[in-house]
């Protein structure tokens, strides 16, 4: 489990942020941000993509029982218009937004997972490879993950040809050749090469 030394150098609250779902060809991108409590924290954190979905979903759940937690979504409409790179910085920003309103307070210091940081007035840190290494941004990227699987797994309940319940809006080969026959949904990325050159009506 990712320690806490970048926690323990830090202002408390520390919070952790990361998102999910900037490389998929459809859906939202999403970010958590989450204060740890200081007992009481779940075993089993670890960075998102090590963990099985049924793995993330219990940890997901055991976290917003005992973490104070904000989420952050921008929708496809918006990353088309700010590009992805913005897209996320705005959806760490309003994750860390709605975190700082549960608290009722601005948190400490905020660790990012990534090289960069939004333009916020947080007190902040970057972290390369952060959820390997900073237990509460490990703990981010599981709630964002979960968050976002669940959204792109109700939607595919209204969009069935594109298997989203499977590939999570990624450019995976049933997805493709659904775009190729069906042409791009509300929920695709319209900006993204590969829904662009569809070139297709709603």
Known sequence: MPGLIHEKRCLPPVAGVDEAGRGPLAGPVVAA???????????GIDDSKK???PVRAE?????QDCAVVGIGIVEPAE???LNIYWAT???MTLAVDALAERLGCVPGHVLVDGNRLPRWTYDATPIVGGDAISRSIAA?????KHTRDTIMIAAAE???HYGWHANKGYGAPQHLA???EFGPTPLHRRSFAPVAQMVLPL
Do not use: E, N
């Open 51 to 53: 963990l099985s979905a």
């Open 89 to 91: 910085m705005k959806a």
């Open 158 to 160: 209204s969009y069935p």
């Open 33 to 43: 941000a989450l204060v740890l409590p200081p007992r009481g924290v779940p075993r």
């Open 178 to 180: 659904a775009l190729r």
């Open 140 to 144: 981010a990227s599981i709630v964002a």
């Open 59 to 63: 940890l997901c759940r055991r976290l």
């Open 79 to 81: 990353i088309d218009t």
